[in-house]
């Protein structure tokens, strides 16, 4: 279903007025940055993205940190988004950021089966964008391969995908692509 798309400056309102930290909203507008410089060079490219729901759905990605900074974060600000009648591609950007849930997590929560992994190209740079941010910097690759491996466990379906995000975008825009472009 279409629903609605806020604008850049109506998302960050939402993010201040559901209650999401400061630290959020600013690693949201990172993320945000990111995806959108990774975006572009796919359309450079001549890829078919979706800049304005890269930036929209960058920045609402972690609304669901308003409530909780577990995994149901994903699903909480899922729920939230499809109440604000937001449009069905920022509600699946949200649900897929993470780059895929375990088996059983989805249930655990209350939603039907899956591992909710990325599959649309603005799905995908949103999850990349948001495995290389953190604290302010963009992480390489490797340093961020690292961090989840070590926070999530090698066989993790989340670490399978970012591998598959990153051969993905290097195969069509060049390795080191994240870095490339200020």
């Not at 890269?54 to 909780?68: P, Q, Y």
């Not at 895929?100 to 995908?124: D, F, I, N, Q």
């Not at 391969?145 to 466990?153: A, C, M, N, S, T």
């Amino acid at each position: 279903m279409r629903g609605r798309l806020p604008s850049r400056e109506e998302a960050l309102r939402i993010l201040r007025s559901v209650g999401c930290p400061p630290e959020v909203i600013r690693h949201c507008e990172e993320v945000a940055s990111l995806a959108l410089r990774i975006a572009r060079a796919c359309v450079e490219k001549g890829l078919e993205v979706d800049l304005e729901l890269v930036e929209i759905g960058a920045l609402l990605h972690d609304i669901g940190r308003s409530r909780t900074h577990g995994i149901a974060h994903v699903f909480l600000g899922a729920e939230m988004a499809m109440r604000m009648g937001l449009d069905d591609a920022l509600v699946r950007i949200i649900l897929t950021h993470t780059g895929g849930l375990g088996p059983g997590v989805a249930e655990e929560l209350g939603w039907p089966p899956g591992t909710y992994e990325p599959t649309s190209m603005e799905e995908k740079i949103v999850a990349y964008a948001d495995k290389l941010v953190e604290g302010g910097r963009v992480l390489s690759f490797e340093e961020a391969l690292r961090k989840l491996v070590r926070d999530l466990g090698p066989g993790h379906p989340a670490v399978e995908k970012l591998k598959a995000i990153h051969e993905e975008l290097s195969r069509l825009l060049g390795e080191g692509f994240a870095h490339n472009r200020p």
